[in-house]
């Protein structure tokens, strides 16, 4: 081997240079490798110290159960997430007290009440409500805004046409009116009968006979007016005079009638306040303060989970008018103008509303002391009017 490396000097300096190249190469991917794994554990250590950090924030915030009742414009749904005049308002207590919230959704007061009486959530955010009877089983915040029920019914107008054929039935008038449509047949067939002998101009085919006779015997009935052939003389005068004023007895009959109807029906099932409520159905809202009112005060009323429902009904007939918190009804209406709703009366039974807790809670001071401070900032009424605008 040395004789060849003393006879082949190159060979020996290009085996050195391909050693120190294989060096350099191995030595560049070791610094490369340690270079990676410094940096890896700088970032594990990054996200650990991070995740640390949030763990640590997490802990310092009490996480709370809040039971939830939708009720637009006070709390509204859409694809899971909530908003609202009482969820902002929430929303910027919680903030202030360091409270996570986590949202269980309930499909009527009721259920919402039960939930908050048991201790099943930690607290009840809607419009709900501050009354005596719930005042004995959950413990309420501070009041933050003033409102009173109103009445929902469908617009003013006319009535319905199914209300009118029933007072027309009971009133005797739909025997009548089978009466006259019975004339009117009987008459359109003595008529082509009759014409058909005595007028040669008259048709002959009898689908376009009877069809003469027939606008001859409803243009007399509807306007008075008789435009057949005179073919008697003097006679047919006043044969043609007695059955004009037969037409106008017929008009005016038929109008009168179903005036007097619509004008005793609108009567009847008008509703224009609370007076106009005894002997009627209301609709109200299961576990709500103007069902327990209404009970209350005598008035008959049906339960429903939500107002979308007992529109449904009022639109059916199945009740008379709907009753519940002023706000709810006028904001309805409002978004719903299709629908055809209008809310009268003014306001009455005024009421509060309020956050609720399981008695005892010890969230109830703490939340209060926080809504006495947004309404004295000025807070609480922005809100209102960012939702409500002026109106009182």
Not at 189 to 197: A, P
Not at 217 to 229: I, L
Not at 334 to 339: A, F, K, L, R, Y
């Amino acid at each position: 081997m040395s004789f060849l490396n003393s006879h082949h000097p190159e060979i020996d300096v290009e085996n050195r240079f391909r050693i120190s190249s294989v060096s350099t190469a191995r030595t560049s991917r070791s610094l490369g490798f340690l270079t990676l794994l410094c940096l890896s554990l700088m970032l594990g250590a990054g996200q650990k110290a991070q995740a640390q950090a949030d763990a640590g924030a997490d802990e310092g915030r009490r996480s709370v159960d809040v039971g939830v009742y939708v009720s637009p414009p006070f709390v509204s749904e859409e694809a899971g997430k909530y908003d609202g005049m009482a969820i902002d308002l929430w929303e910027i207590v919680a903030g202030k007290l360091g409270l996570a919230t986590r949202y269980v959704a309930f499909t009527n007061l009721k259920d919402l009440v039960e939930a908050t009486r048991t201790g099943q959530v930690d607290a009840a955010v809607t419009n709900l409500t501050i009354t005596h009877k719930r005042a004995g089983i959950l413990s309420y915040t501070q009041p933050w805004y003033d409102t009173g029920l109103r009445i929902m019914v469908p617009e003013s107008g006319s009535a319905g046409i199914q209300s009118v054929i029933t007072g027309l039935r009971n009133a005797g008038h739909l025997r009548a009116y089978a009466w006259l449509a019975f004339v009117i047949v009987l008459a359109t067939i003595l008529i082509t009968l009759f014409d058909r002998r005595f007028d040669r101009d008259f048709p002959r085919r009898w689908r376009e006979g009877l069809a003469e006779s027939f606008y001859q015997v409803m243009s007399v009935a509807t306007s008075g007016k008789a435009t057949r052939k005179n073919l008697f003389g003097w006679q047919g005068r006043i044969w043609s005079a007695i059955w004009m004023v037969f037409g106008v007895a017929v008009v005016a009959y038929i109008t009168s009638s179903v005036t007097s109807v619509m004008t005793a029906v609108s009567i009847e099932q008008g509703v224009t306040s609370l007076a106009d409520l005894p002997g009627k159905t209301s609709g109200v809202f299961t576990g709500s303060a103007s069902e327990d009112y209404l009970n209350e005060i005598g008035i008959g009323t049906h339960s429903y989970p939500g107002l979308g429902e007992a529109v449904a009904a009022l639109e059916a007939g199945r009740i008379e008018a709907i009753v519940a918190d002023a706000p709810t009804l006028e904001h309805y209406v409002h978004v719903h103008p299709q629908q055809e709703m209008e809310v009268v009366g003014s306001l009455f039974h005024p009421n509060k509303y309020g956050f609720a807790f399981p008695l005892e809670s010890d969230l109830t001071t703490p939340v209060t002391l926080e809504i006495l401070s947004l309404q004295e900032s000025g807070a609480v009424e922005a809100l209102r009017l960012e939702y409500f605008g002026n109106a009182l």
